[in-house]
């Protein structure tokens, strides 16, 4: 499984944009690339999915690179309810399609 | 977004006894089901993968016969964690995919023995 990169913690204030970034140097060309967050106690929550151009949801922008070793999680105006932790996966699109966890951001907002 | 639910939220049970744990999709049919184990401000780590009506296929390290998965329809997996111990304590969560890419999360299983 293609591995993924991420800062293991981050901070930002409430109604500010937060940029949250993952490397993907190994990605191949079938890989999609999801984000879930997980707030405690809770099963993880998804995000927001892409393959190659960038996708923009009612929760979230992402950015991909043009050479797609990385992306961006954007959240446009965060809110104390965003503090989580950001999980970046690489998923294949073949066999188990399996999504393997790596450790995430921990995102804190301060008000 | 789809509708995955677990239930029970939370189970205490006695060392030696097995645990059931469910997994429902409810607003869609789950070709695939996923089911994960999070220790304490840990990440999620997967130990199993079942399509429906087919065995399971478990991750590297993960006993099956002690860990029983099955997924008999296209709504319920289970999970059964059998003879279970203290250190089988953890939050288990499930996962479920249908025919689209994205894949939603049940709200975990909070599993103490004692």
């Known amino acids: 499984d293609a591995k993924t990169t991420q800062p293991n913690s981050m901070e930002s204030n409430e109604e500010e944009p937060v940029h949250l970034p993952c490397n993907h140097s190994?990605?191949?060309?079938?890989?999609?690339i999801h984000w879930y967050r997980q707030l405690p106690s809770q099963g993880p929550e998804y995000v927001i999915h892409?393959?190659?151009s960038n996708v923009n949801n009612r929760m979230a922008s992402l950015a991909i690179a043009e050479d797609r070793k990385s992306s961006t999680l954007i959240l446009h105006r965060a809110t104390l309810r965003d503090a989580a932790v950001y999980y970046c996966?690489?998923?294949?699109?073949?066999?188990?399609?399996?999504?393997?966890f790596g450790q995430g951001t921990r995102l804190t907002i301060n008000p | 977004g789809a509708v995955v639910s677990q239930h029970p939220s939370w189970v205490i049970c006695k060392s030696g006894t097995s645990v059931k744990i469910e997994c429902r999709s409810l607003?869609?049919?789950?070709?695939?089901m996923f089911w994960y184990r999070q220790f304490p401000k840990q990440s999620l780590m997967l130990m199993a993968t079942?399509?429906?009506?087919?065995?399971?296929?478990?991750e590297q390290g993960v006993e099956k016969d002690k860990f029983l998965i099955n997924h008999a329809s296209l709504t319920l997996s289970t999970l059964t964690v059998t003879s279970a111990h203290p250190e089988d304590s953890s939050f288990y969560i499930c996962?479920?995919?249908?025919?689209?890419?994205?894949?939603?999360f049940g709200q975990g299983t909070r599993l103490t023995v004692v």
């Open positions: 996962s479920a995919r249908g025919w689209g890419i994205e894949a939603f």
């Open positions: 190994t990605i191949s060309g079938t890989d999609y």
């Open positions: 892409g393959l190659t």
């Open positions: 996966i690489l998923r294949l699109l073949q066999g188990a399609q399996k999504l393997v």
């Open positions: 607003d869609f049919q789950a070709t695939t």
């Open positions: 079942s399509n429906e009506g087919s065995k399971a296929t478990y």
